[in-house]
C-alpha cells in the first residue's frame, strides 16, 4: 500500500542553466541520475537539502522522546523489548540522516546546536503528550504510517545519499507501522476499556498526524523548486490524502471511528473527503507553542548533556587506536 507510484504528475521544469557547471547538473536530474557529494550542485539545492535532512534527523531523534517515556510501563515483556528496538531505530534513523547531511559540508555539531537553540524544526507531531499505552500503538500505527507514506518516495530523491538513507530507514519504519497497528489491535479486541483507551489515542493523535504532512499545497513554499530539483516526488496535500484512503479501512477493521464528522468516500474523486483542518494549530506548534515543545527540547538538551562523556570516551578510544594503528605501521 505505501509502494504507489512515485512520480509527481507535471513537475515544474529547472530554469534555464546560466554556466556548464550547472547544465551538467541540471542534464543529470532530468536524467534521473543521482547527485553525489562531489557533485558541482547549485547553493540553493545544497542548502535546500541541509534543512530538509537535518530537520528530518531532529524529528527521529526528538521523536525518541515521546515513546522513551513508555519503555518502563510497557504492559509486558514482549511490549518493552520491541519499543526498546523500535526507539533504538529511532536513534539510527537520526545518524543515517545527520551522515548524510554532512556529506553537504555541515557537521553534525552544527546541525546539533540548531536544534538545541530552538533555530531548527523537527515535525509538529513530537510536540503532543503521549498519555496512554495506546498513544504507542497510535504512533506506531498513524505516525511511522505518514512517515513511510511520506518517505517512500524519498528513496528516488535525487539525491543519492540521502535517497540510500531513506531505504532502509523505510524497511524498517515499515515495522514500527506493524507493531503499532498490533498494538491497537489488540487493544480494539481487549475489555471494553482497553477499546476506549484506542479510540481515545485515535481521537488525539488523527489530526495531528494529518498535519504532518506539510501545509497545504498552496502555502507550501519549497514544494515547487524541490519537485523541480527531483527532491519531493508527490506534494504535501498529495501524500495526504494517500495516507488518508490508505488508513481509513485499517481503522474500520479495528473497529474504531475516525474523529472527523465529514469524512465521506467521494465516489467521483475516488478518494476520502475530509473536514477542515486547523491550520492556525499547526503553525502555532510549528512556532514553539505546542503542548510539548518546551519540555522535548529541554529534554533533548538535557540528554545530550548528559552523554557528553560517551562522546569523548568514544572519542579518546579512536585516538587511542589511531595511535595504535599508526605504530603498528611504522
Ligand atoms: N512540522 O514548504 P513546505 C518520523 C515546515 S520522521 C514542522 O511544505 P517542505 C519518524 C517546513 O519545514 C517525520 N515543520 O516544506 C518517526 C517549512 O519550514 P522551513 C519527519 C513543518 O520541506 C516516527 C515550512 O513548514 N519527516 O516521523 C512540517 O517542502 C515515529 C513550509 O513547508 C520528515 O522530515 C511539520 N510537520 O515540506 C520517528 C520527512 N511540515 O524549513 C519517531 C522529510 C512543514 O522553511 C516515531 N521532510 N513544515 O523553516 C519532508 O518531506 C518535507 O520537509 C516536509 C515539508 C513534507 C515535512
Redesign the pocket.
Known sequence: MYTQAMDLAGAPTLAPASTPEEAAFNARIAADRKVEPRDWMPEAYRK?LV???S??AH??VV??L??GNWITRAPSLKRKAILMA??QD?GG?GLYLYAAAETLGVSRDQMLEALHAGRA??????NYPTLTWADMGA??WL??G??IM??IP?CRCSYGPYARAMIR?CKE?SF?QRQGFDIMLALSRGTTAQKAMAQDALNRWWWPVV?????P?K?????GQ?AAWG??RIS?DD?RQKFIDATVPQAELLGLTIPDPQLKWNAERGHYDIGPIDWDE?WR??GGEGPCNRERLATRVEAHEAGAWVREAALAHARKQGARARKRAA
Open positions: 535546500t534543512r530538509q535532512i530537520q528530518h524529528s527521529e521523536g525518541m515521546p515513546e523500535k526507539v529511532e534513523h524544526k523537527y515535525s509538529s507531531i513530537f504512533i506506531g505516525v511511522d505518514a512517515a511520506n518517505q524519498l530507514i519504519e514500527h498535519q504532518m504532512f506539510g501545509p499545497d502555502d507550501s513554499v519549497h514544494s524541490s527532491i519531493k504535501n501524500l499547526f506548534v510549528v
